[in-house]
């Protein structure tokens, strides 16, 4: 089981915002505890959005966005498209566990 | 571009062993960390296993630890993941992933499209 907690799901109209949580808890933060996101299609290979909390990768849209605080970050959609479809993962390095975890998953469906 | 492709997937029973591979070429594999992560059917991504860009440090899941190698040989540009001991719960898709330093930590910025392990008898 995880140590980082996402809703199971989020789903929003075309053109719309929608956020992902991924909260921890304050014992697995540490150094190095800066939260990386994922987009995972079934069947593909997982795509990097957001590292160290904020940071876009070139060629991600600036419709993705990240932030951090304390013991919760933030994977932020805005301007909804179909093709936002997918799983998305927040990851980082769990000081208490001594190794990297994935949050839980959270499914975005376009409505 | 950068490219990752695993191999060495497949059925195999419980208690047996399977090497994986993965295959990297577009960057320079010995100055990146690399990741091992799966996805169990119906599951969401569990990280396995990560090496230093030179071989010295690894790291493992507990659920993997002492049945799991993870290796790499930069002059051949390939990693491994040796898996002993298999169980049910190993079945999973099993991504490589290239690994880049931030802040003293590692994140995945490039993934393969993973290779199928299935552990049953």
């Known amino acids: 089981q995880s140590v980082l907690t996402q809703p199971p799901s989020v789903s929003g109209a075309p053109g719309q915002r929608v956020t992902i949580s991924c909260t921890g808890i304050?014992?697995?933060?540490?150094?190095?505890?800066?939260v990386h996101w994922y987009q995972h299609l079934p069947g593909t290979a997982p795509k990097l959005l957001i590292y160290?909390?904020?940071n876009r990768p070139s060629g991600v849209p600036d419709r993705f966005s990240g932030s951090k605080s304390g013991t919760s970050a933030s994977l932020a959609i805005t301007g909804l498209q179909a093709e936002d479809e997918a799983d998305y993962y927040c990851?980082?390095?769990?000081?208490?566990?001594?190794?990297?975890?994935f949050g839980t998953g959270t499914r975005v469906t376009v409505l | 571009q950068v490219q990752l492709v695993e191999s060495g997937g497949g059925v195999v029973q419980p208690g047996r062993s399977l090497r994986l591979s993965c295959a990297a070429s577009?960057?320079?594999?010995?100055?990146?960390?690399m990741h091992w992560v799966r996805q169990a059917p119906g599951k969401g991504l569990e990280w396995v296993a990560v090496?230093?860009?030179?071989?010295?440090?690894?790291d493992y899941a507990d659920s993997v630890k002492g049945r799991f190698t993870i290796s790499r040989d930069n002059s051949n540009n390939t990693l491994s993941l040796q898996m002993n001991s298999l169980i049910a719960e190993d079945t999973a898709v099993y991504y490589c992933?290239?690994?880049?330093?931030?802040?003293?930590?590692?994140?995945?910025?490039?993934w393969g499209q993973g290779t199928l392990v299935t552990v049953s008898s």
């Open positions: 992933a290239r690994a880049s330093l931030w802040n003293g930590y590692y994140y995945s910025d490039y």
């Open positions: 577009g960057f320079t594999f010995r100055s990146y960390g």
């Open positions: 090496i230093w860009y030179d071989g010295k440090n690894k």
């Open positions: 304050s014992s697995s933060f540490g150094p190095g505890s800066d």
């Open positions: 160290g909390n904020t």
């Open positions: 990851h980082f390095y769990d000081s208490r566990l001594s190794g990297y975890v």
